[in-house]
């Protein structure tokens, strides 16, 4: 309650948490649009492949012309201005910056990016859930024994999931289900990103006047976003995933706490302690209202009478018995919300989130019967779809992660809807992020994986 104050501090003493930032997408667009009014907050450098891009985001977000300095060396002065560069190391390894975020989506850069972090003394946040989904309690445990901060990103659906989660365990609650909701109909597993706009509901124009990325937004559509989700949210919380991945069972917000029970008491969850993404539409695509598409919700229990009967005197949402309880945000504000996870982890010493355990994994499923010698698109891609499981079951089945599965080469057929093997493709197994991934497996898993 205090993070403002905080930063006014480390504002009235000139010495702003320095941040440096690699990927210039619509998260770091939202951030430095309002980057620009928050006290205690410098942004000191972003990195991106196509620098082109750092300049349309500065310019999209309305900072003034030439406020960067193009660098492309680390010793090199900026003159006041912001370092630009399309090397994510150098930026990295600017002894100034107190915070770097990895906004890039991409798993395998993720894993890179937060181990060159730690071993240069930075704190990373997170935005690439894709990352921690693939080895984020790895990446965790190595900041925490170098006494840095490792963090999921506020303003994101895992991070005010968890936050959700941690308040009503600090109350004392059980938690019975935590998650978010979406878009979601069964067929859309298979949609690629030829037809994302359709599905999604997007102005084909618009989506290109505003450099949307119709991949990234196909992975949101195809359920494999959610899966990444709430695998950080599972692995941050030690809730469990419904063995058979989420069911995407449509829920108004006003049902959540009648809905998301376990079927023993009425509701459709596998067990207590369950992530799961529920759907704005119903099968046949009409609204569920009030949805909520863009939010996130905590169902909880007390077994005290008392509490029950406060449930019902202050006006909260429970189901038909009084018992269970939802708590739910209707919205998430992804990159404008970002600065609370930059004042938490700076000056609190603070994750927004972050996993200590490995309890799920999101493992690659066909999309289509997949030929021999076929080359997988991974996340979002026309291919395969990612699927939520226990983390358990992907390793005792040698299954595949998500994270892995763009680039590669298929040694054999594939069925449609059959979950993809590591000794079905072709990887380089002393890749970085490979090597990373099955360390992680051996750290957390009970089981060794064939190959390893």
């Given at each position: ?73 680390a010793s090199g002065s900026n003159k006041g201005k912001i370092y630009v560069t399309d090397d994510p190391r150098l930026l990295i390894t600017l002894e100034q910056l107190d915070v770097v975020i990895d906004a ?119 359920g494999t976003k959610s899966a990444i989700e709430m695998a950080a949210v599972s692995n941050a919380t030690g809730l469990k995933p419904n063995s058979d991945g989420l069911q995407f069972p449509p829920c108004s ?200």
């Amino acid at each position: 309650m205090n993070l403002h104050k905080l930063l006014l501090e480390r504002e009235e003493i000139d010495s702003p948490i320095r941040v440096g930032i690699i990927g210039a997408g619509k998260f770091t667009t939202m951030f430095l649009s309002q980057a620009l009014k928050t006290p205690g907050i410098q942004v000191f450098g972003v990195a991106d492949q196509e620098i082109s891009h750092i300049y349309k985001a500065f310019e999209r977000a309305n900072w003034p012309q030439n406020c960067y300095s193009t660098v492309r060396k680390a010793s090199g002065s900026n003159k006041g201005k912001i370092y630009v560069t399309d090397d994510p190391r150098l930026l990295i390894t600017l002894e100034q910056l107190d915070v770097v975020i990895d906004a890039t989506g991409d798993a395998v850069a993720g894993v890179s990016h937060a181990m060159t972090c730690i071993s240069n003394g930075k704190h990373i946040i997170m935005v690439n859930v894709e990352a921690d989904a693939l080895a984020g309690p790895l990446l965790s445990s190595r900041a925490l024994g170098s006494g840095l901060i490792y963090s999921l990103a506020y303003g994101d659906q895992p991070a005010l999931i968890i936050e959700q989660v941690d308040w009503a365990l600090a109350c004392g609650f059980d938690v019975v289900a935590a998650g978010k909701g979406t878009k979601y109909l069964p067929g859309y597993h298979y949609v690629s990103p030829e037809d994302v706009w359709k599905n999604y509901g997007i102005d084909e124009q618009y989506a290109e006047r505003s450099g949307l990325n119709p991949k990234m937004f196909n992975s949101f559509l195809d359920g494999t976003k959610s899966a990444i989700e709430m695998a950080a949210v599972s692995n941050a919380t030690g809730l469990k995933p419904n063995s058979d991945g989420l069911q995407f069972p449509p829920c108004s917000a006003n049902d959540l706490a009648e809905k998301l029970r376990p079927v023993g008491e009425g509701g459709v969850l596998n067990h207590e302690g369950q992530v799961e993404v529920v759907s704005s539409i119903e099968n046949d695509g009409s609204e569920v209202f009030p949805s909520l598409r863009w939010g996130v919700y905590v169902v909880f229990k007390t077994s005290n009478n008392y509490s029950a009967n406060s449930f019902k005197e202050y006006g909260i949402n429970t189901d038909s018995s009084g018992r269970y309880a939802a708590m739910y945000k209707p919205f998430h504000l992804i990159g404008l919300e970002l600065g609370i996870s930059i004042a938490n982890v700076v000056l609190r010493k603070e994750p927004t989130g972050a996993p200590h355990g490995f309890y799920a994994d999101v493992v690659t499923t066909a999309k289509r019967g997949l030929k021999e010698g076929e080359i997988l698109d991974g996340e979002g891609g026309a291919t395969v779809f990612g699927k939520l499981i226990p983390a358990q079951k992907s390793l005792k089945e040698g299954y595949l992660p998500i994270g892995l599965a763009s680039s590669i080469r298929l040694t054999r057929p594939i069925m449609k809807d059959e979950i993809i093997r590591w000794n079905d493709v072709e990887i380089n197994y002393d890749s970085k992020a490979v090597k990373t991934r099955r360390e992680m497996e051996h750290m957390f898993g009970d089981l060794s994986i064939k190959g390893s």
